[in-house]
């Protein structure tokens, strides 16, 4: 019988998956002749044709707007400039409560703090795992005045009813969209259904510049209130007569350099490529693995486009006989991390992120004295154990993600990661072996 490598057998395999590298000879060419061009940015902080920075800052973004359907695009240097600058944009402050998700990176959720504003937890859905309507609508209060919706995963949040909530409230709807570039809900990209999307280029994303962010937009008012807070907008007020409301107008240098959004320009040529490799790779893992009782692959809605940051399945251990974080560790065992990840450990993990709530920024609330403190603040928040209860059960007993459909993972790797799957699962047993 063979014997399970986390109890000392010997393992699937052992090579080191393929790197997810985007980065071409066409990055580099790219790269070279702005290096050679001597103006690696040309952003001034001061009211002139160069506050909005250079040619290949404008291309990227006209470039991004055209790809995703949006009216405008914003550059910025990272995922959460563009959160907390959308913040800022609404015209969010001290008093005000932002409804966010407990399950997403943290700053999903302390974008709120940037502006004095307190996050409020809603629930998520526990089979996209995104905001749950239902607890938008309960955690709504007079306070409330926007949403972060996080479209995790690569999956879309369910967006007709969360957006239908926010007409009725009057709540400005932002969409995280970091793991969802071109996800799409009822034919229309995300980034596009609420007021302002915000994309990220971080280096582990879909694809990247290092670091960097787009946020669009539909709003001409929105836009304009992004750049302002993107570069000193302080400086350029004076100059704009026509704006009555100055509220967050103070700027940050939230810039995206000309090197970045050479390399933007070519990593955006290639996206549906590597989207579709994504796409196919877990349509076939997802076949495969649905054979095995007790692993559920993911849900995807009709109408609706995964692009699978990561490939998020459900666990029932009533079904498979030995908890989640046992079996996943046992699979773990069983095959090597990719190159260029040698030192960050496995492509696969039980649960996500330990519910945001529970960090000792919110179970202390001393990280934003303003933002609880504010005289002007008249709700009541709470982030004990158990204010989320699905995203707790399924943090700490049913989901868990991979990467193992990255790009350029051929089927050789896949029947790899399948063959894994299916040794653990045959002698699952003998990991309650005493």
Known sequence: MAQLAILGGKPIRTKLF????????????????????GNLSQFIGDWCDDFFGGPKVREFETAWSQKFQARHTVSVNSATSGLIAAIGAAGIGPGDEVIVSPYTMSASASCAFAYGAVPVFADIQEDIFTLDPASIEEK????????????????PADMDPILALARRHQLTVIEDCAQAPLATYKGRPVGTLGDMGIFSLNYHKHIHTGEGGMITTNDDALAERLCLIR???????????????????????????????AIGIEQLKRLDGYLAQRINNCGYLAQQLAKLPGILPPVEYADCRHVYYVQPY?????LVGVPRNLFVQAVAAELPS?????????????????????????QEKTVSRCSFNCPRYQGKTSYAKGLCPVTERMHEEELFTHEYMRPPMDKTDLDDVVRAFEKVYEHRHTLLAP
């Open 18 to 37: 393929p790197a997810y590298n985007t980065i071409t000879k066409k990055e580099e060419e790219a790269a070279l002749a702005v290096l050679r061009s």
């Open 140 to 155: 709504i209060t007079p306070q409330s005045k926007a949403i972060v919706v996080v479209h995790i995963f690569g999956h």
């Open 231 to 261: 570069n000193h907008g302080e400086v350029a007020i004076d100059s704009l007569p026509h704006l009555h409301d100055l509220t967050n107008l103070w700027g940050q240098n939230y810039r995206l350099t000309e090197l970045q959004c």
């Open 314 to 318: 459900k666990f029932r251990q009533e």
């Open 338 to 362: 990719a190159y260029l990840r040698e030192t960050t450990g496995k492509l696969i993990g039980a649960g996500y992120v330990k519910p945001l709530y529970l960090q000792r920024i919110y």
